[in-house]
């Protein structure tokens, strides 16, 4: 099964050109199916409907959430789509397999009260917080994926232009930066990324810890966890949920949403027109709190 997970990976690279985050659950997600098949001595070209709902039933009896199964047979669909391309099947025999769909959770939004709260966290005399502030608001100015902030190099930015410059491993885009972040990552840069690392080539890493090698998810994870907690923000807060405050914020003061699209990453619209039903949540909110007569 070993080859098939190979012939996997070099598709989702090379042809599908899918982030590192995407492949790595892609492919965790069909070695699990690969097992499956191997214990009912199955092939992976001889598998059919039937078989791929035997797998469906045995996720669901170990416990596995409808949006879990979702996932998985996501990853399977492109699976047998990598198949398909490599002619050892004729078509995808996940292609037609229904699932019990679950009803999407809408992403968590801060209000620019509790943006502001978070991003005046950090204490910026001294290295630590003065990285973190920059982080924070480099994330929140741009909307991009935690992912493609720490894979950030130094020549990803032009502060004195007021861009950046994203690359997802499927296209490049291009995001401006208001001027309170530009100056935030300017002062680390100057006052404190010198005194973590001499690496200042283009290629080396913007974002930097405290021994100087490049941050990792996990360790901006802890940054930002420990801050919504110093701010006493009461919202389930994640790196995403910078993303998706900046998206909608966006979109209240006017922004159209072709443009979000794009400053995003999604290749799909469809992608993006979930912050205009956030949106019409948004001020279905206010209203009930904020009209006299809502409330009888």
Not at 84 to 109: F, H, W, Y
Not at 162 to 174: D, P
Request: hydrophobic fraction near 35%.
């Amino acid at each position: 099964m070993e080859n098939y997970l190979a012939a996997f990976q070099s598709y989702l690279s090379d042809q599908k050109k899918v982030s590192q985050n995407t492949l790595e659950s892609y492919l965790r997600d069909t070695e699990h199916f690969l097992l499956f098949l191997t214990e009912k001595g199955l092939a992976p070209e001889a598998v059919t409907e039937e078989d791929l709902e035997n797998y469906a039933a045995e996720l669901c009896r170990i416990g596995k959430s409808s949006a879990t199964i979702s996932r998985k047979f996501a990853s399977i669909r492109c699976f047998y789509q990598c198949l398909t391309v490599l002619g050892l099947v004729s078509e995808n025999p996940a292609k037609r397999i229904k699932l019990d769909r679950t009803e999407k959770k809408l992403p968590q939004i801060l209000s620019s009260q509790e943006i502001d709260l978070l991003l005046s966290q950090p204490d910026t005399r001294g290295p630590k917080g003065c990285r973190d502030k920059a982080m924070l608001e480099l994330l929140y100015a741009t909307g991009i994926r935690v992912t493609e902030l720490i894979e950030l190099n130094i020549r990803d930015v032009n502060l004195r232009a007021g861009m950046l410059y994203c690359n997802n491993g499927r296209n490049r885009r291009t995001v401006p930066i208001y001027p309170t972040a530009v100056t935030a990552v300017s002062d680390y840069l100057v006052r404190v990324r010198t005194q973590l690392t001499d690496d200042l080539g283009g290629q080396s890493p913007l974002f930097v810890n405290l021994s100087g090698n490049r941050m990792t998810r996990q360790g901006f994870w802890k940054i930002i966890k420990s801050y919504a907690e110093q701010a006493h923000i009461a919202k389930e807060i994640t790196p995403h949920t910078l993303r998706h405050s900046f998206a909608l914020h966006l979109l209240e003061n006017g922004a159209d949403l072709k443009d979000i699209q794009v400053m995003l990453g999604h290749l799909d619209i469809s992608s993006t027109q979930v912050y205009l039903q956030l949106m019409d949540n948004h001020f279905k909110e206010v209203y009930n709190n904020c009209h006299p007569r809502a409330k009888f």
